[in-house]
């Protein structure tokens, strides 16, 4: 039996192609790569914390707080009563700043995808959106899933409201492809 201390959790959130056609704000999908990676594990020290962050070039911070994949893994916490769980967050960028290609959304959904996983998947897919649409917010200060939405959930995503999270997973056209 694996000791709880040991878990250890790694994801791949992949980039996004948002505001589809005249889709603004409401159309999105999920491309294979590139993406971001977050690794969670159990901390003996209380509360969230990201230990380390590759890619970057230094750019992104250190604090939870302030992070987008911390935020959105703080939110959940708290949601659940959680919050003084030690958890340790290692991000990876592994896609440019400002491509749009959905970076903060990406880090945002890896890093809450990973918490829920961690600690023994309490929500499903689709409740965790808000938490990272919480995390993305962070960063441009919008409240929209055009890019959690599909980077979460994969495939096509149609977002019909986000105040209410109303939001449908369309069928992907047979031989889509598309380069960014």
């Known amino acids: 039996m694996e000791k709880e201390s040991s878990k250890e959790v790694r ?3 992949p980039a ?3 505001n589809v056609a005249c889709g603004y704000d409401v159309l ?5 790569a590139p993406g971001d990676e977050v690794v969670a594990r159990f901390s003996e020290e209380p509360g969230l914390r990201i230990a380390k ?8 911070p250190m604090e939870a707080d302030k992070n987008t994949a911390g935020v959105a893994a703080q939110d959940l916490l708290r949601h659940l009563g959680m919050s003084d769980r030690g958890i340790e967050l290692e991000i990876h960028k592994k896609m440019p700043f400002g491509s749009g ?3 903060s959304a990406a880090s945002a959904v890896a890093g809450v995808y990973a918490v829920n996983t961690l600690i023994d ?5 689709k409740q965790l959106l808000p938490f990272a649409m919480t995390g993305e917010s962070s960063a441009d200060g919008a409240w929209h899933a055009d890019n959690v939405g599909p980077c979460l959930l994969g495939g096509i995503v149609f977002i019909r409201s986000n105040q209410e999270l109303d939001i449908a997973q369309l069928p992907v ?6 380069a960014v």
């Open 53 to 60: 962050i590759t890619g970057d070039g230094g750019k992104l």
């Open 16 to 18: 996004t192609v948002a």
């Open 11 to 13: 994801v791949f959130a």
């Open 101 to 103: 290609l959905g970076s």
């Open 173 to 178: 056209p047979k031989n889509l492809w598309v």
């Open 121 to 125: 998947e309490p929500l499903t897919k």
């Open 28 to 32: 999105g999908f999920a491309i294979d």
